[in-house]
T-cell receptor
């Protein structure tokens, strides 16, 4: 089945130790998103790739970076995780036209829950 | 920025009853979407309603959209225990970035 896969499901890292979360998709969608979701809160968009074009949200901390080496894979790098970065990180995809993202349903992975020691 | 806001925040109902959730937003939209999130899982798209539509159905789901009031409602009829989840509305922002902004979410518990 076509899907969005996130690895690992649970990630524990130490304060300040870089960590990378991964996402892969078999949907061949042109847009990939990374969201941060804290407990009992709405998902918050960090950034998205429209094809190879990277789009960062204005309030996304510099600590967060992303890479999309090809259509299928996207990575979230947290350079120096702080305690406030503990959250669920959700990857999503959609197939969008050039009228702009947000016009099509998004398909989510099951997320990676990040804990900071 | 998050512009969708659901009301109420938490709802507990008996199996077989209907559940209604509301969502309000602040700016003009092209479409509004509803998603479900089971505990510890990702979001699942339920339904998308465009700004020129007033009502849409999908199985036991009924969504209404009132663009004059900038609000939407999600009705789940004949609820089941498996409907226990958080439900989020999300809007694209017609002005500016056209990205989805999610509301705070409704926690729905269906008691068997």
């Amino acid at each position: 089945d076509a899907m969005v896969i996130q690895n690992p499901r649970y990630q524990v890292t130490q304060f300040g130790k870089p960590v990378t979360l991964s996402c892969s998709q078999t949907l061949n969608h042109n847009v990939m998103y990374w969201y941060q979701q804290k407990s009992s809160q709405a998902p918050k968009l960090l950034f998205h790739y429209y094809d190879k074009d990277f789009n960062n949200e204005a309030d996304t901390p510099d600590n967060f970076q992303s890479r999309r080496p090809n259509t299928s894979f996207c990575f979230l790098d947290i350079r120096s995780p702080g305690l406030g970065d503990a959250a669920m990180y959700l990857c999503a995809t959609s197939r969008e036209s050039n009228t702009g993202v947000g016009n099509q349903p998004q398909h989510f992975g099951d997320g990676t829950r990040l804990s900071i020691l | 920025s998050q512009q969708g806001e659901e009301d109420p925040q938490a709802l507990s109902i008996q199996e077989g009853e209907n559940a209604t959730m509301n969502c309000s937003y602040k700016t003009s939209i092209n479409n509004l979407q509803w998603y479900r999130q089971n505990s510890g899982r990702g979001l699942v798209h339920l339904i998308l309603i465009r700004s020129n539509e007033r009502e849409k159905h999908s199985g036991r789901l009924r969504v209404t959209l009132d663009t004059s009031k900038k609000s939407s409602s999600l009705l789940i009829t004949a609820s089941r225990a498996a409907d226990t989840a958080s439900y989020f509305c999300a809007t694209d922002s017609f002005y500016g970035n056209n990205r989805l902004a999610f509301g705070k979410g409704n926690q729905v518990v269906v008691i068997p």
